[in-house]
């Protein structure tokens, strides 16, 4: 390698006087962690993890009473906020078929086209319909948490990060097999273990 002479203390190299460079360098160098080296034993067939290592990185099956309660207050906020949502967008059906328009939209109708005007309705239509959907799904959520299963990946059968549960609580999956398909590194750890085990 040609920078095999590189020390890491480049910083102290050039401009700096002595008198700073000795101070400079009380600052203690970034400690490199030793890993132990197992590589003797180490085979085609030895798994990199120990039982136990693996079982850690694996981390628990479910979650606490308390974690649960947490995350079905979550749910039952926005169960709340997506029924009301949904009222709205009922009544603004209603109004669109009875023709009548209510508040700051009655002006802006009536200089709609025909056109516009069925193209607002398929649009609270589907608006309509993806609530209802999130609606659906919060409600499996709520009996996950019931039936104590909530959070557990469908693909791997871990549990799914609670940073992920946090920003899309009605999440069934991890969220790598979700964009990619493919179970995440715990997972298809956890994966090959339920092979083994069978
Ligand atoms: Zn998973």
């Given at each position: 390698m040609h920078m095999g002479k590189k020390t890491g203390k480049t910083s102290t190299r050039g401009t700096r006087s002595s008198s700073t460079a000795g101070t400079s360098r009380t600052k203690k160098a970034p400690v490199k962690k030793v890993v132990p080296v197992r590589a003797s034993r180490a085979s085609a067939k030895r798994p990199l993890l120990t039982r136990a290592e693996e079982t850690k990185l694996l981390g628990p099956k479910a979650f606490t009473e308390s974690e649960l309660r947490h995350f079905k207050e979550v749910i039952q906020q926005k169960r709340k906020e997506t029924l009301e949502e949904l009222d709205t967008l009922k009544e603004s059906m209603m109004d669109v078929t009875t023709g009548e328009y209510v508040s700051e939209s009655s002006n802006y109708s009536l200089h709609m086209e025909q056109g516009t005007d069925a193209m607002e309705r398929e649009k609270t239509f589907l608006f309509v319909q993806r609530e209802t959907n999130y609606l659906n799904q919060l409600d499996d959520a709520l009996a996950r948490i019931e039936g104590k299963t909530?959070?557990?990946?469908?693909?791997?059968g871990l549990l799914v990060p609670k940073e992920r549960l946090g920003a899309v609580p009605t999440a069934t999956t991890c969220a790598e097999y979700k964009n990619t398909n493919m179970p995440c590194e715990r997972g298809r750890i956890a994966l090959a273990r339920k092979q083994q085990a069978k």
């Open positions: 909530y959070g557990q990946c469908k693909v791997c």
